[in-house]
């Protein structure tokens, strides 16, 4: 009896990892697809829609200015659910944001236009835009929390990449839904109402992603760290007064993934139509196609983190985005698409080895009991600076300079300032040795 315990344990052990990896995955890409359809609409259609009697390019810029609202929510839904993700659980922090951001995005999916409501349009469009950021301002925190600390000792660093996966995997299927509308329908007709529907789709996938959430369990740390007296009545408290320099070096670590991210998946849909004289749908193409580029690149940069260790990995694939920002548009201005792929590939590959280790990285960063609230709070700071204004400046630098080079120069920026971020930043331990075959995967 004795030893059929001791050989069902791991074997049980490994399930629950694979699981609590599984649910982080699906969850993550159904609410990041939510948030990126909101960014492809506002590069396609969203200036249109909601700010007409504008030039173009002020139409455009209000339209990204909305989109970077969902920014400015994210920290206070990190907070919120970060300390009763600390104080409650994980599980049910994960739930309730992708019920606010399946209510937002539908929400959108069914809002009047300037022309039916006038200026309540906007307005009404910034609020769930809002509600979009409070939910995945929780969300990411609480998926890298359920994966990395239900994972195996030695594999915390692939298993954390399940939800760092989820991102380009939500954008794949925004795209992909996108992808027909614009390939099948008329201008006039996409912007009448095609473009609603794929906020409407969400209402499904998330029914779907709730499925699976509502299954998943909190980790025996986690649970270790409840049910042991709360020392800490206010995590977010101790983090900001004993661990600040560490929520902001993390967040510089994130800047230029997130902000050249965003540029490389919003704004280079309207530079390649606009700018170069690509349809729609070939621009969707090129971003379909890197995509699953930008995954491998954090499966594989994941797992060399828990041989190498998250600084060495991390290090290495920052000096590789400043060479990959630098040379980015050089190669989209050529206008050539077999060299637009390959550029779209090989940024999409290097963003996705930055991304990798930064699930394992950031939980390592704090303790248990405030692990949340900092990692989330991290993240949230890193979003803001990168990924919040990238599209807003890539789209001011272009319009002032005329020039693509304007836009590298800010790239090459931000590539530094999160390259520097990570040589400064001290990560805890040393890596993790491998386990055995017999342990499984």
Known sequence: MTATVSAT????????????????????????????????????????????????????????????????ARPIGGIVMGHFGDRVGRKSMLVISLLLM??????????????????FAPILLVTLRFVQGLGVGGEWGGAVLVATENAPEGRKGLYGAAPQIGVPAGVLLAN???LPLTAFMSDETFAAWGWRIPFLL?????????WIRLGLEESHEFQATRDRPQETKLPIVEVLTKHWRTVLLAGGTFIATNGIAYAYMVYVLKYGEKTLGFSKTTMLFLLIGSCPFWMAGMAFSAWKSDTLGRRTVYVRSSIGLVIAAAVFFPLMDTAV?????VAMIGLGFTLGCCAGPQSALFAELFPPAIRYSGASLGYQVGAILGGGLAPIIATALYASFETSLAITGYFVLIALISLASILVLKVPGTPSSRPSEQEGV
């Open 176 to 178: 992909l839904v996108y």
């Open 202 to 210: 969400s209402a499904v996938l998330v029914l779907v992603a709730m």
């Open 9 to 72: 344990a791991p074997q049980a052990l490994h399930q629950r990892a694979r699981k609590a990896a599984l649910g982080s995955f699906v969850g993550t890409a159904i609410e990041w697809y939510d948030f990126f359809i909101y960014g492809t609409a506002a590069a396609l259609v969203l200036g249109s829609q909601f700010f007409p009697g504008s030039s173009e390019l002020a139409g455009t810029l209000a339209a990204f200015a909305t989109l970077a609202v969902g920014f400015l």
């Open 337 to 341: 698409l077999p060299i637009m792929a």
């Open 102 to 119: 399946g209510f937002a995005t539908v929400g959108i999916g069914v809002l009047p236009n300037y022309d039916a409501i006038g200026v």
